[in-house]
């Protein structure tokens, strides 16, 4: 079976951001308990977007991934890990509005040996670098990882735009790795219609002080 979970978000935040089911309101968790879940087709009308699933009392997070802009949907790219939806999950999005004209709103999952979170960068000038920070508490990538290992990235900047490079700086500005990004997909038969850069496996150890940096270019 399928359902339809919807929700009118608010911008840049998780909290009260609880997607429902269209028909009943109810949330993932008292709607289809123990229901195995192995694709999620997570839809935005701009921008970009992040979404969960998450235990709403523990906090831990079951699956994780990025949305597609409306109508680039495809069944085979949206398949995800399985996973047993519990009684306390609920289904969260981060969505992010495009930014203004010669700005890029962007945002990436950061996986590492300690956990995984979303960074945004919000608001950065074309062609010119942008730290990214932790979506709930603001921090740097050094100062949340500090001692972990930096294992996967995947990025998403805001509709129509390129991602021209992901940079890791050390705490003196050194750059120590550069991952070239590029355009999502804009047509429902194109590849990487979710990601303007996706790199696994990586293994780089986090320093004090580090951060991701991201360059973009608006449409």
Do not use: H
Request: proline share 3%; glycine share 12%; aromatic share 8%.
């Amino acid at each position: 079976m399928s359902k339809v979970f919807t929700l009118t978000a608010t911008d840049g935040r998780w909290d009260g951001n609880v997607l429902t089911d269209s028909i009943s309101s109810q949330s993932i968790g008292i709607l289809i308990p123990n229901a195995t879940l192995n694709f999620a087709q997570a839809n935005y009308a701009g921008g970009c977007m992040a979404w969960r699933l998450q235990n709403a009392q523990t906090l831990q997070v079951k699956a994780r991934g990025l949305g597609n802009l409306a109508g680039l949907d495809c069944y085979d790219s949206d398949k995800i890990k399985p996973v047993t939806v519990g009684q306390n999950d609920i289904l969260t999005v981060f969505p992010q509005p495009p930014s203004a004209g010669g700005q890029t709103n962007s945002i990436a999952w950061i996986q590492t040996s300690k956990s995984t979170e979303l960074f945004t960068a919000t608001d950065a000038t074309d062609g010119a670098t942008k730290n990214m920070t932790s979506a709930v508490n603001s921090q740097t990538l050094g100062d949340l990882f500090f001692g972990s290992t930096l294992q996967r990235v995947w990025v998403q900047v805001q509709d129509g735009a390129t991602l021209d490079k992901v940079e890791i700086v050390d705490e003196m500005g050194g750059v120590v790795m550069t991952l070239q990004g590029g355009v999502r997909g804009a047509s429902g038969g194109s590849r990487s219609n979710q990601y303007n850069l996706y790199a696994f496996p990586l293994g780089v150890p986090i320093g004090k002080g580090w951060n991701i940096r991201t360059t973009a270019t608006s449409a």
